[in-house]
C-alpha cells in the first residue's frame, strides 16, 4: 500500500480498516467489510438519490466518476459518482484506482453472497487492470440509464453528457516484459508454448501466485 492519504473532512464520520476509509457503498456481510464488494442496494439508492459512493453525502456543484474504456463503449459507468475530495483520496488509497494492483480478482471476495453489485467480475476476473479516466460533471448533465427490458434496474450514470474535464487516474496494465518475449518467440517458432507463460488467453485459467488481486 502507498503512503497513507489525508481523509477527507467529508469522510471524518465513516468507519476505517486498516487507516482505510470504507466507502458507503461497500458491502458488509458475516460481520465484516468486503472491499471490492459493492452492496447492491446502496449502490443502486446512490444512483437514484445522487449521493457519493465514499461518504454517502449529496453532491454540490461538481460530480467526479472513475470512467473505464469499457464504460464509454457501454454508454455508463456502473458505479456512483464521488465529491472531487473524495475521487483524489480514492486514486490514492485504493489500489485499483492508485495502479497498485495489476489484474483484477480471479474469484470475487462476496462470491456467492445475496446483494452484491460486483465491479470485477464477469469477462474482467483475472485480467489486467483497465484505464482509468477521471470526468467532471455538473448535476444538471447526471442522468441514470435503466435496463430497457427491466426498466427497474439501474445499469449506472449515463456518459453521453458534456464533461467538464477529464484527466488519467491510470494507465491500463498490461502483460508483463517476459510473458510478452515469450509469446514473441512462439510466434516465431523459436521455441515450444510452454505451459509456464504468465500471460493467458481470455478463459483460460491463471497460474497462481503470479499476480496481485484487487482488494
Not at 476509509?21 to 465484516?32: F, S
Not at 455538473?138 to 430497457?148: E, N, W
Not at 450514470?157 to 494507465?171: A, H, N
Request: net charge neutral.
Amino acid at each position: 500500500m502507498i503512503a497513507q492519504a489525508p481523509v477527507p473532512m467529508r469522510c471524518a464520520g465513516r468507519p476505517t480498516l486498516g487507516g482505510l476509509v470504507i466507502p458507503w457503498i461497500t458491502l458488509h456481510a458475516g460481520g465484516r467489510y468486503l472491499f471490492g464488494a459493492l452492496d447492491k442496494a446502496r449502490r443502486d439508492l446512490a444512483l437514484a438519490e445522487r449521493l457519493c459512493q465514499v461518504c454517502g453525502q449529496s453532491f454540490d456543484e461538481r460530480i467526479c466518476l472513475a470512467v473505464r474504456p469499457a464504460d464509454v463503449h457501454a454508454g455508463y459507468t456502473a458505479e456512483p459518482g464521488m465529491h472531487p475530495e473524495c475521487l483524489a483520496y480514492s486514486v490514492r488509497a485504493c489500489p485499483m484506482l492508485s495502479g497498485e494492483v495489476t489484474r483484477y480478482r480471479v474469484t470475487s471476495a462476496s462470491s456467492g453472497l445475496p446483494g452484491v453489485a460486483e465491479a470485477d467480475d464477469g469477462p474482467r476476473a483475472g485480467r489486467p487492470a483497465d484505464a482509468f479516466d477521471a470526468w467532471w460533471i455538473t448535476p444538471r448533465s447526471y442522468g441514470v440509464k435503466t435496463d430497457r427490458e427491466h426498466p427497474g434496474q439501474l445499469l449506472g450514470i449515463d456518459l453521453d453528457v458534456p464533461v467538464l474535464r477529464k484527466r488519467l487516474i491510470r494507465p491500463a496494465a498490461g502483460p508483463d516484459p517476459d510473458s510478452l518475449l515469450a509469446l514473441a518467440r512462439q510466434a516465431l517458432g523459436l521455441e515450444d508454448p510452454a505451459p509456464s507463460c504468465l500471460y493467458q488467453p481470455d478463459g483460460a485459467s491463471q497460474p497462481h501466485n503470479t499476480v496481485k488481486e484487487s482488494e
